[in-house]
C-alpha cells in the first residue's frame, strides 16, 4: 500500500496537479446505531437517514475521484444492506477500503467480507472503556467494539482504531488507551481532534485550536520511542502538536454522500453539492476556507481531512523526506502505512 500510494503521490507533482484528492471520503448512508455526542450525521430527518447510494453510485464516484484510498463512513456502514458487494467492487478495482465502524454490527457481518491487503476495518474507539461509552452515549460498546477487533485479527483482516479527541480528555489516560490498542495487535491508530460540526448535539465538547497544539503536543510526545503505531504522517503529527504550521488542502480528501459531492469538504457543506467531483474542483471558492481565509467556521479547525493532505504533499516536496517514506524508515517493521497511507 505505502508503495502505491507514494508512487500515486509522486506522479501526480511530477505532472505538476495542483489539486488532487488523496483518500476519498465515501457516506453510503447517515443512519447509525448510536448518537453519539460529537457527530453531526445522525441528527437529519427520518426520509433522508433512510436513504442510500447504489453500489453501482459509489463506484461511479470512486472511479471518477481517482484517488487510491477510499474511506466507507456513513453512519453505520454495516447498516447498509449490500456493504459488502459495495466494498468488494472497490477492492476490484484495486482501491485501499477503510471500513469504519462502531463495531457493533462487525461480529455478525465479518463473513461477508474476505481479508485481504486491500482491506482495513477502522474500529471507532474514542479512549479507554468509561470515556468511550460515554462519547457514544452508550454502556458496553467499548467491550463490543473490542471483542471484535480480537475477533477480526484472530481471522486474518487488517484493523486500525480511529479516535477522536474532546475537550477535557485526560492527557495519560489516553497515552494509557495507544499502549492498550498497540497491546491488541491493532495494525495502527487514527487520531485526530473533532471537528464542531453545527447538528452535533453537544457544540461544548470540541476543542479551540491552541488547546489542541497543547493537548497533543503532551500526548503523543515521544510516540515513536513508544511504538505507538499511528496511521499519519509524522508531519502531521508535528502540526497538531504545534510543531509545524499548515493551511487546509481541503480538495485532498473529499466526501460523497447521499446528497452528492459535499462543498467544500468532508467537515461542511457551506458551499452546497456538486453533482460530480470535477464540478466539485471547478465551481468551489476555495480561498474562502481554511485557517488563513479568516472563515469563523474553519477557526479551530486541525481535523486530518484537512491537514493530512498538506502535510502529505509537504513530505513528497522534499527528495530526503520522500526517500525516508518510500524506504519506510520510522516504521516500526519496515511495512506499516503509517508514514504515507493516512486516512480520514
Known sequence: MKVAVGAYVIKQKLSGRKKYPLVMMLEPLFACNLECAGCGKIQYPTDILKKRLTPQECWDSVEECGAPIVTVAGG????????????????????FVYLCSNAILLEKNMHRFTPSPYLIFSIHLDGLEKTHDRMVCREGVFKTAVDAIKSAKAKGFNVMTNTTIFEGEDVDEFRRFFDYAMKLGVDGMMISPGYAYEKAPQQGIFLKRDNIKKWFSKAIDGWQKKGWDFNHSPLYLEFLSGRREYDCTAWGIPLRNVFGWQKPCYLMAEAGYAKTYKELLSTTDWSKYGHKSGNPKCANCMVHSGYEPTSVDDTFSHPFQAMKVAMGWGSKNGSSPKESVPAA
Not at 454495516?78 to 478495482?93: C, F, K, Y
Open 76 to 95: 453505520e456502514p454495516l447498516a447498509h444492506a449490500e456493504i459488502d458487494t459495495i466494498v468488494n467492487g472497490l477492492i476490484q478495482r484495486k482501491k
